[in-house]
């Protein structure tokens, strides 16, 4: 799958791929039109596609250069069915990452605002 390398002009060192990165297993999600409706919708049914992948311990990408590449648009045979893409997502497996922080509340009574810290 093609992927940018932001590396400059440096060879950069190309990691090995793993097992579950040989065979991406990747979806397209499109619509029949692109009205603001549609774009909203999409949005919609992307958030349950990384929601349900997340529940099943799924991984998920937006190799979001895909969609900016008319020649691979082209090459996946969006022109010919007419529909509007909207983002190419990957799916696979991988280690966790690391907890995102969180900024601790502090309890406080009804009539004063909880303040962060």
């Known amino acids: 799958m093609p992927v940018r390398d932001f590396t400059g002009p440096l060879p950069a060192l190309r990691l090995p791929a793993l097992r579950f990165e040989r065979h991406a297993q990747v979806a397209l999600l499109w619509t029949a039109r692109d009205r603001r409706e549609d774009r909203l919708r999409a949005g919609q049914a992307l958030q349950r596609v990384l929601l349900t992948a997340t529940l099943h311990g799924v991984r998920t990408s937006l190799p979001h250069q895909a969609m900016e590449w008319p020649g691979l648009r ?34 406080t009574g009804r009539d004063e605002p909880a303040r962060h810290r």
């Open 74 to 107: 082209a090459a996946a045979g969006l022109a010919r069915h007419r529909c509007h893409p909207h983002v190419l997502i990957r799916f696979g497996y991988g280690p966790d990452g690391r907890r995102t922080p969180r900024a601790r509340v502090r309890v």
